[in-house]
């Protein structure tokens, strides 16, 4: 009797919790996102451990349609969404060439296969060398290891049907699916230039309504707090950023649904001599 309880004590955790998605739920995981499908979320409750298991298995079969990793997404980086996720914290996905090809300006047809896209406020950020895997927490140290800051819109699709948590979040990859860039602004490794990523202001334009106004900190502080949470976060998996890898600093305000017919515009003002922006137009 006293085996069988301690067999039962040691089994029920595990038995309790779900494990790594398999390579079938995570191929009809991948089918879904790229077809427009509604995804069923995997079987659960996941463990953030079995989230970031499924996304990693998840990322080369998105890869055959969305194009080769370019980088990555940080999500999660206001204290707003945090919340709406249930997270203490940032989570991460991958990007892709799709993610970043289309210029400012860019028409896009709303598909069947782009079903439920959104519309969200972002910075993106490229890598000059891998001395940013050592700059630290300093937003000037972090900047001598950029080249470029790029006006982004991100047009992410999350497709997963139900409750959404970070785990399930993090399993999706994070929603990333495409996007729109604007013209690079030059890095400039100074207090200044890392005060202004800061205290720039950036609104958010649905056909000239305003869906958001607010600072650069509103990103864990200070943009570049996102590289240094990547670098850590990546690092506990041995991984590393390398010269060329575009970064998504976090969501400036929550996304909206794409809608055709509407133009959306976003506005940074502070960050260069003259305020700098993006737009996107649907069909």
């Given at each position: 009797?006293r085996r069988w309880?301690?067999?039962?004590?040691?089994?029920?955790?595990?038995?309790?919790?779900?494990?790594?998605?398999?390579?079938?739920?995570?191929?009809?995981?991948?089918?879904?996102?790229?077809?427009?499908?509604?995804?069923?979320?995997?079987?659960?409750?996941?463990?953030?451990?079995?989230?970031?298991?499924?996304?990693?298995?998840?990322?080369?079969?998105?890869?055959?349609?969305?194009?080769?990793?370019?980088?990555?997404?940080?999500?999660?980086?206001?204290?707003?969404?945090?919340?709406?996720?249930?997270?203490?914290?940032?989570?991460?996905?991958v990007l892709f060439?799709?993610?970043?090809?289309?210029?400012?300006?860019?028409?896009?047809?709303?598909?069947?296969?782009?079903?439920?896209?959104?519309?969200?406020?972002?910075?993106?950020?490229?890598?000059?060398?891998?001395?940013?895997?050592?700059?630290?927490?300093?937003?000037?140290?972090?900047?001598?290891?950029?080249?470029?800051?790029?006006?982004?819109?991100?047009?992410?699709?999350?497709?997963?049907?139900?409750?959404?948590?970070?785990?399930?979040?993090?399993?999706?990859?994070?929603?990333?699916?495409?996007?729109?860039?604007?013209?690079?602004?030059?890095?400039?490794?100074?207090?200044?230039?890392?005060?202004?990523?800061?205290?720039?202001?950036?609104?958010?334009?649905?056909?000239?309504?305003?869906?958001?106004?607010?600072?650069?900190?509103?990103?864990?502080?200070?943009?570049?707090?996102?590289?240094?949470?990547?670098?850590d976060d990546l690092?506990?998996?041995?991984?590393?950023?390398?010269?060329?890898?575009?970064?998504?600093?976090?969501?400036?305000?929550?996304?909206?649904?794409?809608?055709?017919?509407?133009?959306?515009?976003?506005?940074?003002?502070?960050?260069?001599?003259?305020?700098?922006?993006?737009?996107?137009?649907?069909?």
């Amino acid at each position: 009797m006293r085996r069988w309880m301690l067999a039962c004590a040691l089994l029920a955790p595990a038995a309790a919790g779900a494990a790594c998605p398999d390579t079938e739920q995570v191929a009809r995981m991948a089918e879904a996102l790229t077809s427009g499908q509604p995804a069923q979320p995997f079987p659960g409750p996941l463990s953030m451990a079995d989230a970031e298991c499924a996304r990693d298995k998840l990322v080369p079969l998105l890869a055959r349609s969305f194009g080769q990793p370019v980088g990555y997404k940080v999500g999660a980086a206001s204290q707003a969404v945090q919340q709406r996720f249930g997270l203490s914290g940032p989570v991460y996905g991958v990007l892709f060439d799709t993610s970043i090809e289309r210029k400012s300006g860019a028409t896009v047809q709303l598909t069947p296969q782009l079903a439920g896209l959104g519309v969200e406020a972002d910075l993106l950020v490229r890598v000059k060398d891998e001395g940013i895997n050592t700059a630290g927490r300093d937003p000037v140290a972090i900047l001598r290891h950029l080249d470029q800051v790029i006006p982004y819109i991100e047009l992410p699709r999350g497709g997963v049907t139900g409750p959404m948590d970070g785990p399930t979040l993090v399993a999706g990859n994070v929603s990333a699916r495409l996007g729109v860039v604007g013209e690079p602004i030059p890095v400039q490794a100074t207090p200044e230039f890392a005060a202004r990523l800061a205290s720039m202001t950036v609104t958010f334009l649905d056909n000239d309504r305003e869906l958001a106004r607010v600072p650069g900190s509103v990103l864990l502080g200070h943009p570049l707090n996102a590289i240094a949470w990547l670098v850590d976060d990546l690092a506990k998996s041995g991984k590393r950023l390398k010269a060329g890898d575009i970064v998504s600093l976090g969501g400036f305000a929550p996304a909206v649904p794409a809608q055709a017919g509407h133009v959306y515009t976003q506005r940074y003002e502070g960050l260069a001599a003259q305020p700098v922006s993006v737009e996107v137009r649907f069909q």
